[in-house]
Every structure is written in C-alpha cells, then in structure tokens.
C-alpha cells in the first residue's frame, strides 16, 4: 500500500507539488488545492476504457486526440483532473499534461469515485468549458452524455443495458452499454 504524500507546506497544493509525487501506481487529481487519491482501476473498468477509445480514436478530427488515463488535464494551477479517456486538441499537450480544457471527458464510475465522477470532476470541467462529458456506470451498465450549455452540462443522451446512444456532437457515433463491459 502505498504512502500519502506529505507536503511541508499548509497552503492548497498547486501543479507543481502533484508533479512532485514519486510514482506508487496510485492516481491522484488536485481539485481545488485538495489532493484526491485514487486505487488502480479494476479489470472491468479497463476493458470499458479500452472500448470507448478504440471506438473514438478514428473519429477524432486531424487536429484531436484521443488518450486514456492516466493524462493528467490541467484546468488552473491548483486544478488538475485524469480523466478515464480523453480527447484533446494536439496544441494544448505538453511533454507532460494536457493544459487546458478537453474537447470530451470520459470517466467510468467506480465504487469509490460514483460521487466524484457524477457531480465534482463535471462541475469542474463544466466551468473550465468542456463542452462534452461522458459518465459510464459498469455496474448497471449505463451510459450518460452531457453538452455544456452555457455554463452547466444538459444531458443529450443516456442508455442502459442493450439500449443505444446515438449522439452528433463532438462527432457521430453510437453506442450500447453493454457492448461496453461485455465479456465477448
């Protein structure tokens, strides 16, 4: 198990002190100044990741791309967010982070992130303008997409089990939960 980073410092912690954290296998997100920890992902939660990108990588515009976690996504200086998968715009990754908002935000509900995931990380993403958020629920399995509209997400689209999403925007395709966690 691995050691909580310790900071000599009281104030919130900043991008440079998340880059800091030697490498233990753990996710951790800076939301706010507040560091959040995350254990590695679970089998099932992997092969939804591994389906939805292989299913968005060729339909990202020349100029995007597509890449699952863990890529850290900087929002502001003491924000900084991995999505599960992503798609950003080629100019705003770095050698280390992707700095600026996502085109799509991706995220696979797991026991320990459900709250996180469905209310924190889009509020966030929401006011740094990203204009597409995906949520995805294996355990139901159940999909959910969100366009900003103004400056709060409008859900477009949700499914369970064997029903279909189809959606236009940030490209058009369509999708089926189950075909998400299935084990074919």
């Known amino acids: 198990m691995g050691v909580v980073p310790v900071f000599s410092h009281g104030d919130h912690l900043t991008r440079h002190d998340l ?6 296998r753990h996710r951790y997100e800076l939301v706010d100044g507040v560091l959040l920890m995350s254990p590695s992902p679970r089998p099932l939660h992997q092969r939804v990741v591994a389906r939805v990108l292989a299913r968005i990588t060729p339909l990202c515009p020349p100029d995007c791309e597509a890449l699952p976690a863990p890529v850290d996504v900087v929002l502001a200086e003491d924000t900084v967010m991995i999505p599960d998968v992503l798609i950003g715009r080629r100019r705003d990754f770095t050698d280390r982070a992707l700095v600026g908002t996502p085109v799509l935000a991706v995220e696979v509900v797991s026991p320990s992130s459900r709250l996180i995931d469905r209310h924190l990380k889009p ?31 409008a859900q477009v ?5 064997e029903g279909t999403i189809t959606l236009t925007a940030p490209f058009p395709i369509t999708f089926s939960p189950a075909d998400l966690v299935s084990d074919y």
Do not use: K, N, Q
Not at 19 to 24: L, P, W
Not at 124 to 139: M, N, Q, T, V
Not at 157 to 161: H, I, L
């Open 19 to 24: 880059e800091s954290i030697a490498d233990d």
């Open 123 to 153: 509020a966030r993403l929401a006011a740094a303008g990203c204009p597409h958020y995906w949520i995805i629920d294996p355990s139901t399995p159940d999909m959910t997409c969100f366009d900003l509209v103004g400056e709060e997400y």
């Open 157 to 161: 689209a949700t499914a369970t089990g």
